[in-house]
């Protein structure tokens, strides 16, 4: 199980740091990513970690402000969100997945439940 933290309302240009607590003593055994999903559209993939911790990748829209990290320690994946914009808003999910192309695809085996992030001018 999957389960978001860290979500609320906050000014443009401020930051967020969203996390995501693994029950799962497997937590090793899977790249996890960040996805967002706004009313009327498809989730959307922002960010991934390989299992390591050692490579990540980004979509565009989260390169350079975004920034995904884990603590396999403690099973807990975060995603660093700065210099927050109003297009930001929307629910952010974590996901984890054994295999890279399907984490990046939004296929995964888990989902987290969510957590709604606003950002107003």
């Known amino acids: 199980q999957l389960m978001e933290s860290g979500g609320g309302s906050v000014q443009a240009g401020n930051s967020l740091r969203l996390s995501c607590a693994a029950s799962t003593y497997t937590f090793t055994d899977y790249n996890m990513g960040w996805f967002r999903q706004v009313p009327g559209k498809e989730r959307e993939f922002l960010a991934g970690i390989d299992w390591s911790g050692t490579n990540d990748f980004y979509d565009v829209s989260a390169k350079g402000r975004f920034f995904i990290s884990r603590d396999n320690g403690n099973y807990m994946l975060y995603l660093q969100m700065n210099s927050l914009k109003p297009e930001d808003t929307g629910i952010y999910y974590c996901?984890?997945?054994?295999?890279?192309?399907?984490?990046?695809?939004?296929?995964?085996?888990?989902w987290g439940q969510g957590t709604q992030v606003a950002v107003s001018l």
């Open positions: 996901a984890g997945d054994s295999n890279w192309d399907r984490l990046v695809a939004g296929h995964v085996e888990y």
